[in-house]
């Protein structure tokens, strides 16, 4: 139970830090032009 549970907070860290760098990124294009 503790393992899954685990799972499921690194899973829900890995899609919002993934999801911050496409922003970041895209932020990032919109500066340069």
Known sequence: M???LLFLILLF???VVIS???HCNREL???RN
Do not use: A, H, P
Request: no cysteine; proline share 0%; aromatic share 24%.
């Open 2 to 4: 503790l393992d899954l």
């Open 13 to 15: 860290l890995y899609v």
């Open 20 to 22: 911050f760098i496409s």
């Open 29 to 31: 294009e919109e500066f």
